[in-house]
Structures are given as structure tokens and as C-alpha cells.
């Protein structure tokens, strides 16, 4: 061996020269050779003491004969563990330590062996899953040059469809609607008719003499015009309901009195339809006569005087919600739909049917293609490596399970987990992106967004990728709360080992 | 916090009982007709006379400055709890000489050393005249209450017969006060409180004439200085686990030292109030009544007004047992309480440098890579620490045998390179019979009382648990036992332990603790005694770790509840606080308040336990604990992974440079610790500790001293860049790694980026060092000392420096080293203080700052090594000498002579 200071590597010896004064290697200052491991440090640098635990900044080589030469940190010289395996980092005294470098030698070597092997193996496989991406991506760009192509055309075939549509929807929907217009005139001109009914046979009820002229007396002889409820009505309620005339003729009727009464007529009418309505329907309520004031009070829009209310029972006034009107409707149901299209519209229409069913067709088929145009895309805008080697797992799961849980790794689209004794499944995560060291970035995956954590963040997976001679999980754990990592081995991270790549080291 | 879940005062019976007493209006005269004057104690006995009950007062004096009072009542139903002798007082005081001055109708004067003080008959009053100046005084608010022992009205008809009986018997007749809602019962959310014996509260005025700051009483989230409580509630002293704890406010927390300091310019004093019961304290700003003291005392110097704090304490049950501390230094006030409860011992090396905590580390691999990541990174630390998942199933003393399979092994892998591993046990012992710690517990009867006599059962982490009663010695031996190794599996002398949730923490309980009618040892309620059973869980944990090893070893033992005298039995830390930058900011007065109190090996989490820090605050939080007693990086188990290497390589590199600092200053720590121990000073303390006549620093608390030699202001701001730093005194400040000097009596601003830390050596001063990274602090048992020299303005300086083998209990048989050093006209002088120990220490460099002119010569004179003469470098950008491998074993006697 060359001579040299102690923790200067053969490589190193021809800065120190015994004798001469040393050089500082960063040339910083020249110090007398005996100042050399002498446990001071003097150079910046630290290769003044390349042997000692002085300098902060040093190195220490051991030599590891049967094994790798080493550096280690100067602050590992001489603190009571040995840090090379021929123990010459401690030399002090604190500690004896056992040279096993040939030990973990030899046991490097088993291992750098299983290494080759496994790599050399999971390569071929490699090389398989580079083939079948390969493949893959070809075939989808063919399928997508192909959809292209074919989507021009329906394309068109729609846009034809969707003006053909237009074309022919137009005359259907004037139809449509000159149809629907003249029913609303029609339904107009009979609801007059029917107005104009109801007002004679009003005036005709009311003129008791039938001298075509309603008068005061007559008008008082209609209970339901006791606006009060004193349980008569007076002079002046009468004339007030006649807009203060003595009388009306059936003109001045239907102009001026009848939109006033109506409503209390048709009360009128209901009254004499339904005479069972007058029996009270709930007595215990009779003995809160304020409550009942008050809901009648609620009901009855008219004037009455207070001192009324103790004659007055209030359950006669039941049937002021009316409830004729939908039973009007009903009577007028037949009347009221409207007719059908004549047969001109309905020709219109059919034919317009036609043509929005064939344009649903063809804007569905374009559908499906983009749809199908978009999964190529994206399996295409996706990164499975830079020989396509992982593509081989995308589309398949893979599970692990633990004391507890099975993980899932779906690669590429999420990583879940489930309890062993059955349970729902937790989203860990959805494929986020390669998250590998800048080196080596399709070392490890990222699965990001999983479910929420209770006060924490949401779920997240990195995986670790190794060389294996399958794809498969191997390990979970969960470092910190929510926040996993999962060791996956696959073929695609070997990479061949030329034979004699060790032997440098040894 | 959630602060419904925690009483306040007007919550509390006692408490609003209390505050209502009307100050100026005392009832109680001395009855100078039963005064019995001993040597060193007086007794006279003390009549309330609006219901006729007498208490007796004993006044002790004791050694150092010291003096003790004692009120009880004269026949109590029954005996009233007082703290037994030997636990939180070491041993009965000294007692010391008490001379009657002066003796008439009125007052009666009695002389301490060098203290006067005097006991005015009619209102009942005491005060301590020093240097002719009031200091402090008792009942001079006339708030004095003590609620005597009674029995409950069953009926009036009995009240009356009861009467009668009275009346033919005594002289002076009882009279009845009427009952007060929450006397004998009171009502929190859902938990009643069954009171069966009625209202115990004891309480007492203390005035502080001429003070105007009032330090002490943790635990509080509070500024150091403490505030008056006149618009809130008074402090509050009750052991609990409060989750989120708020900020500034007095609520109570983990811990209750009932210690108050209070320092003005002349001098300091300080109080202990001895009650291990609930504990409320009000504090208020006043005026001294000049016309009292005028009689007696020589303070109407300036016509000015003299500034007076008033403080008020009142404790739900025992005895009124105070003492008084007077100083007149505040190294005189430490060492008066130090002789009282006692000091910390020095803790062993390993225990004052950095902890690497979490909830949690999860298995066996976890530990093996994050001790190999601070490795990688050139990262030192010395423990790594397990919460409570690593038990089987939070079974303490036991391992989650899937993940904790081999213990031994593990913890063999950190002792190789000097690491140690702690363990949580908690006192709840999980109900389960196949439980042997449980099942033992149960069968010998050692576990904690309902009232009616029943196992009491409440939630803690493993679910239904029982508590052991370590109230009782007989528990606490047979607790100490489990720590044996034969015992605790998986343990040995490099396992260290952690003691939490030991107010009790009792999630189902009122305010997260103890049922106050619980039944402990001697049939004592927690009422009598909650605040000691932190302390006592404490104490019990330490005694087994001293057992076994037969005392050898000093062990390293955590605790987050504590009361007076916690300070023997190891280190104390702030409980669960948050990552936000308020508490790092509060970190540093919560530390310093409990270094006030003889609580010096303290700490708060660094990073904050709850909640996310970000890389900076993670950052300026390792900055400030490197340079606080204990320094722990814990988080909680919902938090992100946070070890250092696993931040951006700035922040990395910033918080590498703060642990190797922390590193560097262990001897000085570790010598800060001898004088503790020795003196019961603390090793944090405020800047009015070492300045004390100077008034600007007196409510300081974002600046302290460590020692005599080093200033630390840490940055707590958010995106700070610098910070003003205030050099008190007359001396030369010297930036630690710049050698910048500042004046004192200047305020200046110093740039502080990521990578500072402003700390500043004071000139005069010495502080031996280890400049060497090694991975732990057992690794540097042998490294060279640097020796660091800045010079005051008249070019001299002293340091000193402790050594022994910095673990075992040898240095208590004088197996240590007591070094001084003295530098003066350029001759570095170093002298032997002890020296019964062999080191292989050496002196590898002296680095000289603040030179007037450069010597180019220096010569050494060992004792043994005989002569040399050393290299003399210039560091040209430090403005420094250093002085080139002395090489001496630094116990080696030498004089090293500087020349032109």
C-alpha cells in the first residue's frame, strides 16, 4: 500500500507528501506537515485532518479491503462507533470494533447477484410489456386516425339531419300554434256566453214580479245580501247592492250590479244546492265563541256590527271557501279540452317526428364516437412511460392486504382500501402523476384527492416502484394520518446490469 | 378550547364566596390573651367576631429569610388536610430565631435576621418591614375568610336544640351563618358535586408594598408579568387537560405551582401558598395605605405615591400554610424556595439535548428509519420517544406485539450510537382483568374510591379505566415496582419514560378530570388533594426508575401535570399547545414563569402539537427550543410528518445549524444545571434575574437570559427578518456567531434571517463549548473543549465549568470537576473549584473576542503539561485571536499568558 496519512484515500495520497509543508486542498493556507492529523483543524476545507474528528467539514476514508471503500464524515472518527467495517474509523480506544468487511463483502456480492438476476429476468419481461404498449399505443392511434375520419362524416350526416329537422319543423310549429289560437278564441267566446247566461238567469231569480226590472224589494228578499248577518236584509243593503238605484233594468244589471253580487249570489245558489252544509260540523268548538269570532272574522270580508255576534253562528259560513268551482270545471271538462289537430297539422307533425328521429340517431352515433374518440385520446395523452412499459398495468388491480385492510392499486386510475372484515371502501386517492425523484420520475406514482381525513387532509397514496418480476403489491404503510405509501414491484423498473458492473468496486 | 367544558369563577361556589368578602372590614382580632411566643415560632389565637369561630395562627421563623404561617381552626370537626411533610417540602424547615421587639395592646414587633415584622392586634394584620420598608403584607385588604368545619342544617327544630346546647356550653356563642346556595352541593353541566362536608375555603389577602410586578403562579398561557384580574377571572390553580388551550387568559392548565415573585428595583420576595386544593388568585394595582405604615416603617422618602399589588388567594379546602420568602436578591428568593421544595437535580446529558417525539412512531422500522434519517442528514438528537399506540391496546408497561416485536433490539440500535428510547405511561390502567397492571391494582385495593366507597371508573384512551391511588406510599411502592425490569418487558436502563394525563385526565369527568368527592388514601377528597396527584405519579415514576438501577443511573422522566416540588423528579412540559406562531411566541413566558418557581427543566412542544406548521414556523421554532431546558419536537397523530430532513433543504440546513448549536452549548447547560441543582436558580430566566435594578426589563418576556453569559431573543414573528434586541447593563454584547458587539443600554436592531438565531455572549463572560457534530450527546463524552473568551470593556472575563461522567449519580459522592476560569491582563487563569474525577477532555482551542491589542505570543504554563508556547492566529473577519490547540486536559491547572 502507498503511505499515507490516516483517512486519505491512494487516490488522494499524492497531496500529502511527508516532509513538505501541506497545502490546504482548497488552497486556503500552507501549514507545517506535523500540523496533519494532529486533531486541529486549520484548513477550511478539512483535508488537514483527514484522519481525526477536528474538522466540520472533513471526510474519512477507509480502505474496506473485502468490501467497498467508503467515505464517512469526519465526525464518525473516534466517537465510539464503528462506522467502516475494518474499523479504522476508531482508533481511540473507545470502542474494539470487528473488521467484517469479507463478511459483507461476500454478502454484497449474493446480493448484487439476486440483483442481476431478478433484473435480468424482470428485463425480459420488460421488454414483453415494452412490445405490448408499443402495440397498444399503434393500434389506439390507428383507431383514433380512424374515428377521425368516420366522425368527419357523421358529422355531416347530422348537421344534415339537424337542418332537415329545422326545415320541416317550421310549418308544424305555425300550424301548431294557429291551432292552439283559434281554441283560445273559441274557449273566450264561450266563457261570454256563458257569463251572459248566468246573468239573466240571475236577474230573472232576482225579478220576483218579472217586470224586467229588479227593485229594492226584491232585493231584500234574497237572504244572502244581509251583508251584516243581522238575519235581514235592510233598505240600505239593498240599495247598496244595486249601486245605490232604486231599481235596474237587466242592461244596467249586467253592466254595474251583477260584478258586485256575483259572488254573493253563487253563494246563493250553493246554499239552496246544499242545505246540508248549515248543521255546525264541529260543536266542541262552539265553546270558544272568541276563537270562533276570530276565524270568522277572517272569513267574512263584509261590515258587521259588533253587537251582532251573539246571534250570529258563525258555521253557517262553512261553505264561503266555495268549493263549486272545481266541480264547474269538471261539468265544463269536455268543453274545455282542446280539439284535435286537424289532419293537415297532424301530417306536419308526423312528418316532423320523422325527421327528429333521425336526427337523434345520427347525433347519438357522433356521440358515441367522440366518446370514444375521447378515452383514445386520453389513454394516448397518458404518460406510461417512456417506452410505454407500464402500460401493461393500466386497467388492472392489484391487492395487498394487511392485519387490517386490503389495499387496492388500480394504477393509473385510484388506490383504495377496505377492512379485512368486510366494510366499505375507502378511496385513498386518484391518479395524480409520476412522482419520482427528478432522476429516476417513473420511480413512484402519485394518488391524490382521496377521501377527507376528520381533521386532517384528504387522502393521498405515493408509490414506490421497484424492480420485481411481476407487478404486484407488496407493501402499505401510513407514515403520517391519511397519508400513505404503497411498495409496488413491477418488470418495468428493471433495467439490464452489464456483468462485470460490480467488479470496479471490489 | 371549548370553555364551557371548565368552570368559571362564578361557576365555582367557593370561588364567588370569596370575591364577595368586602375588603376594609375584617372580622378577625388577635387575641394577644393566648399569645405563646416560642424561640422561633409565636401562636395566638384569631376570633372572627361575627360568628364567634377562632382559628389559631402559627408564625415560624425559618432559616434564610424565611417565615411561615400557619391558620387553622382552633377545633375543627374534624382534621383538615395539610400536605405531609417529605414530598413537596423535603423536610420540616429550619427553624430560625424569632426576638420579640416590641410588645403591647396594640401590635406586637418580632425581628427575623434581618426582617421586622409586626402583628397588629385589632384588625388582624401581619407585615414585614425590611430595610425599613414594608415588603409585604397579610390581611391588610382584611380578606381573611376560613370556613370552618360545620355540620349541615337538617331542620331548623335541630338548628335550634343545637343552639341551645351551644349556648350553655361556650362563652361566646357560635352564631350560624346562613347557607349560601352551593355550600353543600354544587352542580357543573351534568356532574354534581355531593359536598358532604359543606364549605371548606380558605383564603387570604397578601399586599406587596411597593411592587408593581408580580411573577409565578403557573400554569397559564400568560405573559410572564403577570395582570391584574380586576375585568376577569382570577388565576386559576386546578391540574386539567385542556384541549386547544387559549392564549392570555387565566384559565387553568396542566400544572399549579402556587409560587409568586414579586421584584422592584431594591429587592425581591416571594410567597408559597402550601394547598394542594383548587386555587383561585386575583391580583390587582393599589397604593399603600402611607398612614399605616408610616408608624412603623421609613418609606415617606418621596412625597410620591407608593405603587402596591394586592393578591388574594383562596383555596377550596385544607389550611391557610404560607411562606414567606424576603429575598432580598432574587438568587436569594430561589434559594429560600429551593430550600423549602427542593431544586432540580442535574439531569443527565442526554436529557438537555434534542428529543425527536410523535404521535406516533408506528412500529419497529418506523424508529429504525428515522433514527437512520437524522444520520443521513447529519442531524444530532438523543432520544426518540413512543406514544401511547406502542403499548398493547394503551396497556402501559406492554407492546403491540405485531408491531413492538422486539424492544430490546430496537432500543440496542439506538444505544449504539448513544440514543435512548422513552416510553409513555399514563396512570389510567385499562380495565381488563387479564390486565395484570389493572388486575393487581385491583385485588390489593390500590385504585381510587367513588364516595361511596366503589372502584371508581372513567374514559381514558384504552376506555373504561381505573386510576391507582398514588396518594397512598403503599401504591406509589408498589407503581415504583412496576419499573423493574424483570417487570416492564422490554425495558432497560436506556428506556426512559414520560408521564401524561396525569392531572388526572379523565374524559368523561367534570372539566376532563377527577369527580372532586373521589376518595383517596386516608380517606381524603380530591377536593383536599387534586393538584398532588400529578406530582405524586411523578414522584412514583421516579422512584422506580431510581430502583432499577439501585440508584445509579440518573434516569430521564417527563410529566405534564406538576405542583410546588415537581422540580425533583425531572422534566416539566407546556402540554398539548399548537403549531401557530402565538404559541411559539408564548412558549418562552410560559418557560420562564415556571423557571421562576424552581421548574427550571422545562419545555414546550416544539413545532406545536395540534395543527400543521409550516416549514418557517417549524424552523423558528427549532431556533427558540434550542435554546430552552427541554427541547422536544412532538406532534399529533393527525399531523403531517415533520421530522426535519423531510423539509425544504433550506429550512433543513437552518434547523441543522440550530441543533448543533444546542449541541455545542451542552456543557454550558449541563453547567447551568450543577448551579441549579445547587442553588436552585433558574437556567431561563428574565433579564430582571441577572439586571435587577433595571425597570425596563421587568415585564420582558420575548428576551431572556440563559445563564449569566448568553441573551436569546428568537424570532417569533411570522416572515421576520430581524428583531430589536435590548442589551441591557453596562457590558459589551458579542453576536455567538459573528462577534458583532453591542452596547448595553442600547436597543438595536439585528438582522435575523432563516438562518439566525440572535443570541448574544456577554462580555465578561467564558463559555467552554464542543464545536465538534457528533450524532448524540454521549458521542462528545471525550471531545476538546473551545473555549470562548469576550472580554468586557476592562479586557477580563470568568466562566466556570462542570464535569462528571454525565450519567450516574456518582458526582453526589464528589466524583466530579469544578473548573473556573478568569481571564485578567492578558493571562488566562484556569482553576480548580473540585476535582475528584478523571476526564479525557481537552482544551483543543480559546478563541479571545474584544482584544484592545493583539498579542502575538502566548505561552502556556501547564501544571502538568509543563510549558509551551501556542500559536497565535488572528481571525481577521471576526476581529478574534484564537489561540491554537492548548491541548491540556481540561482539568489540568494552566496558566496561558497572552504577549504583545
Keep these: 500500500t502507498v503511505p499515507r496519512p490516516r483517512g486519505v484515500s491512494i487516490s488522494m495520497a499524492s497531496f500529502y507528501t511527508p516532509g513538505e509543508k501541506f497545502r490546504c486542498l482548497d488552497g486556503s493556507r500552507t501549514i507545517p506537515y506535523e500540523h496533519l492529523n494532529d486533531d486541529y483543524c486549520d484548513c477550511q476545507d478539512g483535508s488537514d485532518e483527514p484522519g481525526t474528528a477536528a474538522c466540520p467539514t472533513g471526510r474519512f476514508h477507509c480502505t474496506n479491503a473485502g468490501y467497498k471503500p467508503g467515505t464517512v464524515k469526519s465526525s464518525r472518527v473516534n466517537d465510539g462507533v464503528c462506522d467502516c467495517c475494518d474499523g479504522t474509523d476508531e482508533y481511540s480506544g473507545l470502542i474494539e470494533c470487528v473488521n467484517n468487511c469479507k463478511?459483507?463483502?461476500?454478502?454484497?456480492?449474493?446480493?448484487?447477484?439476486?440483483?442481476?438476476?431478478?433484473?435480468?429476468?424482470?428485463?425480459?419481461?420488460?421488454?414483453?410489456?415494452?412490445?405490448?404498449?408499443?402495440?397498444?399505443?399503434?393500434?389506439?392511434?390507428?383507431?383514433?386516425?380512424?374515428?377521425?375520419?368516420?366522425?368527419?362524416?357523421?358529422?355531416?350526416?347530422?348537421?344534415?339531419?339537424?337542418?332537415?329537422?329545422?326545415?320541416?319543423?317550421?310549418?308544424?310549429?305555425?300550424?301548431?300554434?294557429?291551432?292552439?289560437?283559434?281554441?283560445?278564441?273559441?274557449?273566450?267566446?264561450?266563457?261570454?256566453?256563458?257569463?251572459?247566461?248566468?246573468?239573466?238567469?240571475?236577474?230573472?231569480?232576482l225579478d220576483a214580479n218579472k217586470d224586467n226590472i229588479v227593485d229594492i224589494a226584491e232585493i231584500m228578499a234574497h237572504s244572502e245580501f244581509d251583508i251584516n248577518s243581522d238575519g235581514e236584509v235592510s233598505v240600505e243593503e239593498a240599495k247598496e247592492h244595486l249601486e245605490d238605484a232604486e231599481q235596474t233594468d237587466p242592461a244596467y244589471f249586467a253592466e254595474k250590479v251583477w260584478p258586485h253580487i256575483k259572488d254573493l249570489f253563487k253563494k246563493e245558489e250553493k246554499e239552496v244546492e246544499d242545505p246540508g252544509a248549515e248543521e255546525p260540523k264541529v260543536p266542541e268548538v262552539m265553546d270558544n265563541p272568541d276563537y270562533d269570532e276570530d276565524e270568522e272574522e277572517e272569513h267574512d270580508e263584509d261590515e258587521h256590527d259588533d253587537e251582532d255576534e251573539g246571534d250570529h253562528d258563525p258555521y253557517t259560513d262553512d261553505h264561503e271557501h266555495p268549493d263549486e268551482l272545481p266541480l264547474e270545471e269538471e261539468n265544463k271538462k269536455g268543453d274545455q279540452e282542446m280539439p284535435e289537430y286537424d289532419e293537415e297539422t297532424k301530417k306536419l307533425i308526423e312528418v316532423a317526428d320523422a325527421a327528429r328521429a333521425e336526427f337523434n340517431e345520427a347525433d347519438s352515433k357522433l356521440k358515441d364516437a367522440e366518446k370514444e374518440l375521447n378515452d383514445l385520446k386520453s389513454y394516448l395523452n397518458g404518460d406510461y412511460g417512456p417506452d410505454e412499459e407500464f402500460s401493461t398495468m393500466k386497467d388492472q388491480c392489484y391487492e395487498y392486504t394487511d392485519r387490517e385492510y386490503t389495499y387496492k392499486l388500480c394504477p393509473f386510475d385510484r388506490a383504495t382500501q377496505r377492512p379485512k372484515g368486510g366494510g366499505s371502501e375507502t378511496r385513498l386517492g386518484s391518479w395524480g402523476h409520476w412522482a419520482g425523484p427528478e432522476t429516476n420520475i417513473y420511480s413512484a406514482q402519485k394518488y391524490e384527492k382521496g377521501q377527507n381525513c376528520w381533521n386532517g387532509p384528504d387522502r393521498s397514496v405515493r408509490v414506490d416502484m421497484t424492480c420485481g418480476l411481476e407487478n404486484m403489491l407488496t407493501n402499505t404503510y401510513e407514515p403520517s394520518r391519511c397519508e400513505y405509501v404503497f411498495e409496488f414491484s413491477t418488470p418495468s423498473l428493471c433495467t439490464p446490469v452489464p456483468a462485470d458492473s460490480t467488479r470496479d468496486e471490489l | 378550547v371549548s370553555r364551557d367544558n371548565f368552570k368559571r369563577c362564578d361557576q365555582s361556589g367557593f370561588c364567588k364566596r370569596h370575591r364577595a368578602v368586602d375588603p376594609g372590614h375584617s372580622p378577625y382580632i388577635s387575641l394577644f390573651d393566648t399569645l405563646d411566643i416560642q424561640p422561633s415560632q409565636i401562636s395566638v389565637e384569631l376570633l372572627n367576631t361575627k360568628n364567634n369561630v377562632r382559628l389559631r395562627l402559627e408564625l415560624f421563623g425559618l432559616q434564610h429569610q424565611t417565615t411561615r404561617i400557619k391558620i387553622n381552626e382552633?377545633?375543627?370537626?374534624?382534621?383538615?388536610?395539610?400536605?405531609?411533610?417529605?414530598?413537596?417540602?423535603?423536610?420540616?424547615?429550619?427553624?430560625?430565631?424569632?426576638?420579640?421587639?416590641?410588645?403591647?395592646?396594640?401590635?406586637?414587633?418580632?425581628?427575623?435576621?434581618?426582617?421586622?415584622?409586626?402583628?397588629?392586634?385589632?384588625?388582624?394584620?401581619?407585615?414585614?418591614?425590611?430595610?425599613?420598608?414594608p415588603t409585604v403584607s397579610i390581611n391588610a385588604q382584611g380578606l381573611l375568610k376560613f370556613e370552618h368545619l360545620r355540620k349541615k342544617k337538617e331542620d331548623s327544630q335541630e338548628k335550634k336544640e343545637e343552639n341551645e346546647e351551644e349556648k350553655a356550653s361556650c362563652a361566646e356563642e357560635e352564631v350560624q351563618e346562613e347557607d349560601e346556595p352551593d355550600m353543600w352541593e354544587e352542580t357543573f353541566k351534568s356532574f354534581h358535586d355531593s359536598k358532604p362536608n359543606g364549605p371548606t375555603s380558605v383564603g387570604l389577602d397578601v399586599s406587596f408594598p411597593g411592587f408593581e410586578h408580580v411573577y409565578g403562579i403557573p400554569e397559564h398561557a400568560e405573559s410572564m408579568a403577570l395582570k391584574s384580574t380586576k375585568s376577569s377571572d382570577p388565576y386559576r390553580l386546578f391540574n386539567l387537560d385542556v384541549f386547544e388551550y387559549e392564549l392570555y387568559n387565566p384559565m387553568a392548565l396542566y400544572g399549579a405551582v402556587p409560587v409568586m415573585l414579586a421584584h422592584n428595583e431594591k429587592r425581591t420576595v416571594g410567597i408559597f401558598w402550601h394547598n394542594a386544593a383548587e386555587t383561585w388568585v386575583d391580583i390587582a394595582s393599589n397604593v399603600a395605605d402611607k398612614t399605616f405604615f408610616s408608624k412603623m416603617a421609613d418609606l415617606v422618602k418621596g412625597s410620591t405615591e407608593l405603587p402596591q399589588t394586592d393578591t388574594h388567594w383562596f383555596s377550596e379546602s385544607g389550611i391557610i400554610d404560607l411562606f414567606i420568602m424576603l429575598g432580598p436578591e432574587p438568587s436569594d428568593v430561589f434559594s429560600q424556595y429551593g430550600q423549602l421544595t427542593g431544586t432540580t437535580p442535574i439531569p443527565p446529558l442526554f436529557g438537555i439535548a434534542y428529543h425527536q417525539c410523535r404521535w406516533n412512531y408506528n412500529d419497529e422500522d418506523d424508529i429504525r428509519n428515522v433514527d437512520a434519517k437524522f444520520d443521513e442528514y447529519d442531524l444530532p438528537m438523543d432520544l426518540l420517544w413512543l406514544d401511547i399506540e406502542h403499548t398493547d391496546g394503551k396497556r402501559y408497561f406492554t407492546w403491540d406485539g405485531s408491531k413492538f416485536s422486539h424492544p430490546d433490539e430496537m432500543v440496542k440500535n439506538l444505544t449504539v450510537k448513544g440514543r435512548k428510547l422513552v416510553t409513555i405511561v399514563d396512570p389510567h390502567l385499562k380495565k381488563d382483568d387479564s390486565y395484570s397492571v389493572y388486575s393487581e391494582a385491583k385485588s390489593q385495593n390500590h385504585l381510587v374510591k367513588n364516595k361511596d366507597g366503589s372502584e371508581y371508573e372513567g374514559w381514558c384512551w384504552p376506555g373504561s379505566s381505573g386510576w391507582p391511588d398514588f396518594l397512598n406510599p403503599e401504591v406509589r411502592k408498589w407503581w415504583a415496582s412496576k419499573f423493574a425490569y424483570s417487570s416492564y418487558a422490554g425495558s432497560s436502563k436506556d428506556l426512559h419514560v414520560w408521564n401524561d394525563m396525569n392531572e388526572p385526565s379523565v374524559f368523561n369527568g367534570p372539566e376532563v378530570t377527577f369527580q372532586k368527592d373521589v376518595l383517596h388514601y386516608g380517606g381524603w377528597e380530591n377536593r383536599d388533594v387534586h393538584n398532588l396527584y400529578g406530582f405524586y405519579v411523578h414522584k412514583a415514576t421516579m422512584d422506580g426508575l431510581l430502583e432499577r438501577t439501585?440508584?445509579?443511573?440518573?434516569?430521564?422522566?417527563?410529566?405534564?401535570?406538576?405542583?410546588?416540588?415537581?422540580?425533583?423528579?425531572?422534566?416539566?412540559?407546556?402540554?398539548?399547545n399548537m403549531a401557530s406562531w402565538d404559541h411559539l411566541k408564548i412558549s418562552n413566558p410560559m418557560i420562564l414563569s415556571l423557571n421562576l418557581v424552581g421548574i427550571t427543566f422545562s419545555g414546550a412542544d416544539v413545532g406545536g402539537f395540534f395543527h400543521n406548521p409550516d416549514a418557517e414556523l417549524v424552523t423558528r421554532w427549532y431556533q427558540a427550543g434550542a435554546f430552552q431546558p427541554f427541547f422536544r419536537a412532538h406532534a399529533h397523530?393527525?399531523?403531517?410528518?415533520?421530522?426535519?430532513?423531510?423539509?425544504?433543504?433550506?429550512?433543513?440546513?437552518?434547523?441543522?445549524?440550530?441543533?448543533?448549536?444546542?449541541?455545542?452549548?451542552?456543557?454550558?447547560?449541563?453547567?447551568?444545571?450543577?448551579?441549579?441543582?445547587?442553588?436552585?436558580?433558574?437556567?431561563?430566566?428574565?433579564?430582571?434575574?441577572?439586571?435587577?435594578?433595571?425597570?425596563?426589563?421587568?415585564?420582558?418576556?420575548?428576551?431572556?437570559?440563559?445563564?449569566?453569559?448568553?441573551?436569546?431573543?428568537?424570532?417569533?414573528?411570522?416572515?421576520?427578518t430581524g428583531t430589536n434586541v435590548y442589551f441591557p447593563g453596562n457590558d459589551l454584547w458579542y453576536d455567538v456567531e459573528s462577534f458583532q458587539t453591542y452596547n448595553g443600554g442600547d436597543t438595536t436592531y439585528v438582522r435575523a434571517g432563516l438562518t439566525k438565531i440572535p443570541v448574544f455572549q456577554r462580555g465578561g463572560t467564558i463559555i467552554p463549548r464542543k464545536m465538534r457534530n457528533r450524532r448524540s450527546s454521549t458521542l462528545m463524552k471525550s471531545d476538546p473543549f473551545t473555549l470562548f473568551i469576550c472580554l468586557n470593556r476592562e479586557g477580563e472575563a470568568t466562566g466556570n465549568l462542570f464535569i462528571d461522567d454525565y450519567h450516574s449519580y456518582n458526582y453526589k459522592n464528589g466524583k466530579y470537576i469544578?473548573?473556573?476560569?478568569?481571564?485578567?491582563?492578558?493571562?488566562?487563569e484556569s482553576v480548580t473549584g473540585h476535582k475528584d474525577y478523571q476526564t479525557d477532555e481537552w482544551i483543543e482551542k480559546i478563541v479571545i473576542s474584544g482584544f484592545q491589542v493583539q498579542p502575538s505570543i502566548a505561552i502556556l504554563k501547564g501544571s502538568v503539561s509543563g510549558q509551551k508556547e501556542l500559536e497565535v492566529n488572528y481571525d481577521i473577519v471576526e476581529d478574534n485571536i484564537i489561540i491554537r490547540k492548548p491541548g491540556v486536559n481540561i482539568a489540568e491547572n494552566f496558566k496561558l499568558i497572552l504577549q504583545p
Excluded at chain 2, 416590641?102 to 406586637?108: F, G, L
Excluded at chain 2, 384588625?123 to 430595610?131: T, W
Design chain 2, 818 to 828: 469544578l473548573k473556573g476560569f478568569n481571564f485578567r491582563k492578558n493571562v488566562l
Design chain 2, 637 to 720: 397523530l393527525d399531523t403531517k410528518r415533520r421530522e426535519p430532513h423531510l423539509l425544504p433543504n433550506a429550512n433543513m440546513l437552518a434547523i441543522r445549524d440550530a441543533l448543533q448549536q444546542r449541541y455545542s452549548y451542552l456543557p454550558y447547560w449541563y453547567t447551568l444545571f450543577y448551579w441549579g441543582e445547587r442553588n436552585g436558580g433558574p437556567v431561563m430566566m428574565p433579564l430582571w434575574v441577572e439586571f435587577p435594578k433595571d425597570k425596563s426589563t421587568f415585564s420582558m418576556d420575548d428576551q431572556f437570559m440563559i445563564g449569566k453569559a448568553l441573551l436569546v431573543k428568537p424570532i417569533t414573528e411570522q416572515g421576520s
Design chain 1, 103 to 205: 463478511e459483507l463483502g461476500k454478502k454484497m456480492r449474493e446480493e448484487q447477484q439476486r440483483v442481476r438476476l431478478l433484473q435480468e429476468q424482470g428485463y425480459k419481461t420488460k421488454l414483453e410489456q415494452i412490445n405490448e404498449g408499443r402495440k397498444k399505443r399503434e393500434e389506439k392511434k390507428a383507431m383514433v386516425e380512424a374515428l377521425e375520419k368516420s366522425k368527419i362524416q357523421l358529422e355531416t350526416l347530422r348537421n344534415e339531419k339537424e337542418a332537415k329537422k329545422q326545415e320541416v319543423e317550421e310549418p308544424e310549429t305555425e300550424a301548431k300554434d294557429k291551432h292552439k289560437q283559434q281554441w283560445e278564441e273559441v274557449k273566450a267566446q264561450r266563457e261570454a256566453q256563458a257569463e251572459n247566461e248566468r246573468i239573466n238567469e240571475a236577474f230573472i231569480k
Design chain 2, 550 to 576: 439501585g440508584g445509579e443511573e440518573r434516569p430521564f422522566l417527563l410529566t405534564r401535570a406538576f405542583f410546588a416540588g415537581s422540580q425533583k423528579f425531572g422534566a416539566v412540559w407546556t402540554g398539548d
Design chain 2, 74 to 133: 382552633v377545633n375543627p370537626l374534624k382534621p383538615r388536610y395539610e400536605i405531609p411533610v417529605g414530598d413537596v417540602l423535603n423536610a420540616e424547615p429550619q427553624q430560625d430565631t424569632l426576638t420579640v421587639v416590641e410588645k403591647n395592646d396594640d401590635h406586637i414587633t418580632l425581628s427575623l435576621e434581618k426582617s421586622i415584622i409586626v402583628l397588629n392586634r385589632e384588625p388582624f394584620r401581619i407585615d414585614f418591614i425590611n430595610d425599613d420598608e
